[in-house]
Nanobody, 124 residues
């Protein structure tokens, strides 16, 4: 099993920044990809960024490209999401997730473990 714990959410004004963290524990040696998803009220959960644990290769959704940066610290088993130039439409619950393979990692189904989520609210 693996446990993922997110932190760093909160309320910020449009144009501001937040940094989310996700600490993994347990069977972390099985991690292949870590991803950040978000779910706004009444909408589905979407992948905003993902990073390959060994090589650091990254993926970003078009909606966050150039504003969000995903990174990882393998020694701390932690993945980060730096969010800059935040917009009201970024308001959502943000989840981190871990995948044991590279298959389908832009979709929910590609991930095996999930954190509990952290709320990000961007006011206009």
């Amino acid at each position: 099993q693996m446990q993922l714990v997110e932190s760093g959410g909160g309320l910020v004004q449009a144009g501001g920044s937040l940094r989310l963290s996700c600490a993994a524990s347990g069977r972390t040696f099985t991690i292949y990809v870590m991803g950040w998803f978000r779910q706004a009220p009444g909408k589905g959960r979407e992948c905003v960024a993902a990073i390959t644990w060994s090589t650091g290769s990254t993926y970003y959704a078009d909606s966050v490209k150039g504003r969000f940066t995903i990174s990882r610290d393998n020694a701390k088993n932690t993945v980060y999401l730096q969010m800059n130039s935040l917009k009201p439409e970024d308001t959502a619950v943000y989840y981190c997730a871990a995948a044991r393979t590279l298959f389908n990692v832009r979709q929910l189904e590609g991930y095996d473990y999930w954190g509990q989520g952290t709320q990000v609210t961007v006011s206009s």
